[in-house]
């Protein structure tokens, strides 16, 4: 069997063994190598073909004898296949995979003013496929050009479309982003590249700012695919390529668990990761062992402003993970910072039991008030930030 694989400094984050074990049969691995590995790697014998990442999507160009007619044009290579001639050709698969990104979330650059950031081989590719869609005109932003981090709120303004190709954001460094996108008043769609986590803070701050915006997993199955037929010499269907997002999706999206103190969310919690063959976290199990003692000693001794920022703290080392259960504390609602930890790789489920069947024993909380009254303080927040509900009014505590 030819083994491929996927070529870049950094891939712990990487989904591609997952998606190519869905599209074939073959062997693909994650090689991670610095630039003076990057020959001996790329002429294995072992390997038929490679998926190239940053930060050497241009300098693989050096080792291909033959380019695409995309890759020759944009000037950087994703994909490299060794021909039966013992030639190497390079590809740029990512050219589909954008164009099928902007079309899958109906943006239309034709006419529009259009920013990307980044000026890496990712950036290369954005600015062709932007051109060949007829946009007005393509702004790159980088650190040290013309147009930079600096400026470019002043002098690009009125731009309408903007694209991350940067790895700002990008697991393990969630929740950063490389600037505001509300300082772009006509910003009409936003695309970020990166797809773990599935959605970076950049495009969470766009869909609260009622801009419509996506992450780059649709990017990379649609690549993926392309890249595929390249290496089989076998067509794909489009359907498949839906199916492929959609199960990888599923897969590494956790699934976290809000509600009522008491509603069973721990007990509930761990009978999904076992059913779902998924690791369970419970975010209070991890504030207890990470400060030694016990919630409500915590509340007593430390008050209640400290327990919340520990509380945050313990979300955001669970909330990079993926494809986990997470049970959070009746309380987590109370800080909207929370939501957009949680939001970034999650689906939420909203854990419902009514009030009377609710267990309020050595909970701080609902101890200190009654629990009609943290309810009515709460039961807006759970239906807004819940995608969907579990009544659990069984007895699961």
Not at 81 to 91: A, F
């Amino acid at each position: 069997m030819r083994k491929f694989g996927l070529i870049g400094k950094t891939l712990g984050h990487s989904y591609s063994p997952l998606i190519h074990g869905k599209f074939a049969d073959y062997q693909y691995d994650l090689l991670e190598t610095d630039e003076e590995g990057l020959e001996a790697l790329i002429m294995n014998p072992e390997y038929g073909g490679f998926n190239i990442t940053i930060p050497y999507k241009k300098t693989v160009i050096r080792y291909c004898d033959e380019l695409s007619d995309e890759a020759k044009k944009i000037g950087s290579v994703n994909t490299i296949v060794k021909q039966s001639d013992g030639t190497i050709k390079g590809y740029n698969t990512d050219y589909y995979g954008f164009q099928y990104l902007i079309k899958a979330n109906g943006i239309e650059p034709c006419g529009k003013r259009c920013l990307v950031l980044g000026s890496g081989g990712a950036s290369l590719t954005v600015q062709a496929v932007l051109a060949d869609m007829g946009a007005a005109g393509v702004t790159v932003v980088s650190r040290t050009g013309d147009v930079n981090y600096d400026n470019v709120a002043d002098v690009e303004a009125d731009a309408q479309i903007v694209v991350n190709t940067t790895p700002v954001g990008m697991y393990p460094d969630n929740g950063r982003y490389p600037l505001k996108v509300t300082n772009f008043h006509k910003c009409e769609g936003v695309l970020d590249l990166i797809y773990n986590p599935n959605k970076t803070k950049f495009v969470l701050d766009a869909m609260d700012a009622g801009i419509p915006a996506s992450g780059g997993l649709k990017m990379l199955v649609a690549q993926a695919k392309a890249a595929c037929e390249i290496f089989t010499g076998f067509e794909i269907e489009e359907e498949a390529l839906q199916n492929v997002h959609d199960e990888v999706r599923r897969e590494t999206m956790n699934q976290v668990l809000i509600g009522m103190p008491g509603a069973g969310k721990t007990t509930l919690g761990r009978e999904m990761a076992e059913s779902m063959g998924r690791e369970f976290l419970d975010i209070d199990e991890m504030i207890v062992e990470h400060e030694g003692m016990s919630i409500p000693d915590i509340f007593a001794t430390k008050g209640e402003a400290y327990f919340r920022k520990v509380e945050t703290e313990m979300l955001e080392k669970a909330c990079v993970k993926t494809g986990m259960v997470i049970a959070t504390g009746g309380g987590i609602v109370k800080n909207k910072k929370n939501y957009y930890i949680i939001k970034q790789n999650a689906t939420i489920v909203w854990i419902k039991r009514d009030l009377d069947k609710l267990e309020t024993d050595g909970r701080p909380i609902s101890m200190s008030m009654p629990i009609e009254k943290i309810y009515e303080e709460r039961k807006e927040i759970y239906a807004k930030w819940s995608d969907y509900f579990i009544n659990n009014n069984e007895g699961r505590d």
